[in-house]
């Protein structure tokens, strides 16, 4: 049998996040992660981070790497099929500017700096149950290399996604959620080209398109496709063709195109469960929420959630009040509906909706219009994307 203060189930960014500030703050934890840490590594996912985002991961000491090889930019470009640009520019209209830098990375560093400080994390933790939860005393059992496992604990963090097994031991009766799937998937590429100037959300009657970037030389570039898209019937041609078809083209032109490394499809949904604690149980990140892609809130929301669930824990070791243990889905919860908000807002106006009728395409049509001329509205929408404050 193993002792630790919080066992932590999935070793995604939230998990390996949360016992990395565990352990500036002298707590101890175990994460367990059901894949191996290749696999963990090798998946792609977004990469914009807020300025909140950055100042917190640079504030535990994970800063170093990603102020080298971080792209820093001012906002976002919107184009709009025929109506030319507005630009979310989060510097002038919210005093942050934002980073590029891939979730790959912050893993990557992540757990370079679990290696370092010695961190117990176990790959390969397979039929990970959860006992207890409304006791003083839960406990976690697992099956590795095929033989059973017990880690007691005095709290559990559910950070194993939205696949994972915390969320799902909340009795139904004590979960709420909430959901909306949109018809339609993006489909994504990675390449070792130089980015555009600038991240570009492009809007067109063909469907949306975002231009995004990693390093100097790697760039993330997807398309709105439908939702049985197989990437098979996209060799890179034909992908680069559709995605420079929903550009003005005067920024088409200047789309290096090259081999794709990767190219896979991602569905789009909004998701919220509630509430984010049970017992002795705190979700964070993607276990309790999802977003659309666009925006890239979904990290960002992972850090913030971590943000509270640590600062809580931190103040209850302490000898402290359980104030902040208490308060903790609440506080979450708040930030996590801003951003539902905003991603489901920036989904609805910038993609083309096969259901749509013609009167909504020009309601869309206006808003951006609207944000166009409109200082106000800018403003609004830049200080959502540059992100609340935590
Ligand atoms: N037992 C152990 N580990 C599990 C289980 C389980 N039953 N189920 C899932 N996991 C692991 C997954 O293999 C994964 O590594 O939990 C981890 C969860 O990581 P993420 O899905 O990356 O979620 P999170 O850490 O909350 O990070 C949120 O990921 O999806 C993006 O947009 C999202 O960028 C945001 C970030
Ligand atoms: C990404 O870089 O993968 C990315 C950027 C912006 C988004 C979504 C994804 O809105």
Request: cysteine-free.
């Given at each position: 049998m193993t002792k630790t203060q919080v066992a932590i189930i999935g070793g995604g960014?939230?998990?390996?996040?949360?016992?990395?500030?565990?352990?500036?703050?002298?707590?101890?934890?175990?994460?367990?992660?059901?894949?191996?840490?290749?696999?963990?590594?090798?998946?792609?996912?977004?990469?914009?981070?807020?300025f909140g985002t950055v100042q917190l991961l640079r504030d535990v000491g994970l800063g170093a790497r990603l102020d080298r090889e971080g792209l820093v930019h001012a906002g976002t470009l919107m184009t709009w099929q025929g109506e030319g640009s507005a630009l979310i520019d989060t510097v002038k209209y919210a005093n942050r500017p934002m980073m590029a830098y891939g979730q790959t990375a912050i893993t990557e560093d992540l757990y370079a700096a679990r290696d370092r400080d010695g961190g117990r994390i176990v790959h390969e933790a397979v039929d990970v149950a959860l006992h207890g939860l409304t006791s003083d005393h839960p406990f976690v059992t697992y099956t590795k290399d095929g033989s059973p496992q017990r880690i007691d604990c005095e709290f559990v963090a559910g950070c194993d996604g939205f696949h994972g097994v915390s969320r799902r031991s909340i009795p139904a009766d004590v979960l709420r959620t909430y959901e909306q799937v949109y018809p339609f998937g993006w489909l994504g590429i990675m390449s070792e080209t130089p980015p555009m100037k600038d991240l570009i959300y492009a809007h067109h009657e063909r469907g949306f398109a975002l231009a995004s970037q990693r390093n100097p030389m790697l760039s993330r570039y997807y398309i709105q496709c439908e939702i049985e898209t197989d990437p098979a019937d996209w060799p890179d041609e034909r992908f680069w063709d559709e995605f420079k078809a929903r550009l003005p083209q005067e920024l088409a032109r200047t789309v290096v195109t090259g081999p794709s490394i990767e190219k896979s499809v991602a569905p789009l949904r909004s998701f919220v469960a509630e509430p984010m604690r049970h017992g002795r149980l705190f979700l964070a990140g993607d276990s309790a929420h999802i977003v659309p892609p666009t925006g890239a809130k979904g990290l960002n929301l992972a850090v913030s959630d971590v943000h509270y669930l640590a600062r809580a824990l931190e103040?209850?070791?302490?000898?402290?009040?359980?104030?902040?243990?208490?308060?903790?889905?609440?506080?979450?919860?708040?930030?996590v509906w801003g951003a539902e908000r905003l991603s489901w807002w920036l989904t609805r106006l910038l993609h083309v909706f096969p259901?749509?009728?013609?009167?909504?395409?020009?309601?869309r049509l206006n808003e951006f219009q609207y944000l166009q001329r409109s200082e106000h509205a800018m403003g609004s929408l830049s200080e959502q994307y540059a992100g609340l404050p935590f």
């Open positions: 960014p939230a998990g390996l996040l949360l016992s990395h500030i565990l352990h500036l703050h002298g707590i101890d934890s175990i994460v367990l992660e059901r894949q191996t840490r290749a696999y963990v590594l090798g998946r792609i996912r977004a990469g914009v981070l807020e103040a209850h070791y302490r000898g402290g009040s359980d104030e902040l243990l208490q308060s903790y889905s609440r506080t979450a919860l708040q930030r259901q749509d009728s013609a009167f909504e395409r020009k309601m």
